[in-house]
């Protein structure tokens, strides 16, 4: 089992910069890939970015190819979002999300983190 837990969420203007983070319990965490998803009000969650277990390979949306970057520690157990020049469309719900096989379909991640709200305000 593998319990997420998400942070670093909150209020910025646009232009802005925030930087997620996901701290994993669980002693195979190198053997999960990765994933960041996210729901606007209304919307349906989508995917945002996913990395390999090593960390060798990143995969965005195209919404955010550019802007976002993921990483992971995975001594720490934890992987990272780092958001830049942030646009209020950007405002969601982040989660993140564990995987035995990359990919960006949400029924590929068996374990999900609890959320965290990004605001970017205009």
């Known amino acids: 089992q593998v319990r997420l837990v998400e942070s670093g969420g909150g209020l910025v203007q646009a232009g802005g910069s925030l930087r997620l983070s996901c701290a994993a319990s669980?002693?195979?965490?190198?053997?999960?890939?990765m994933g960041w998803f996210r729901q606007a009000p209304g919307k349906e969650r989508e995917f945002v970015a996913a990395?390999?277990?090593?960390?060798?390979?990143?995969y965005y949306a195209d919404s955010v190819q550019g802007r976002f970057t993921i990483s992971r520690d995975n001594a720490k157990n934890t992987v990272y979002l780092q958001m830049n020049s942030l646009k209020p469309e950007d405002t969601a719900v982040y989660y993140c999300?564990?995987?035995?096989?990359?990919?960006?379909?949400?029924?590929?991640?068996?374990?999900w983190g609890q959320g965290t709200q990004v605001t970017v305000s205009s």
């Open positions: 999300a564990a995987s035995t096989t990359i990919g960006q379909a949400m029924d590929r991640y068996n374990y």
């Open positions: 990395i390999t277990g090593s960390g060798f390979r990143q």
């Open positions: 669980g002693r195979t965490f190198s053997n999960y890939a």
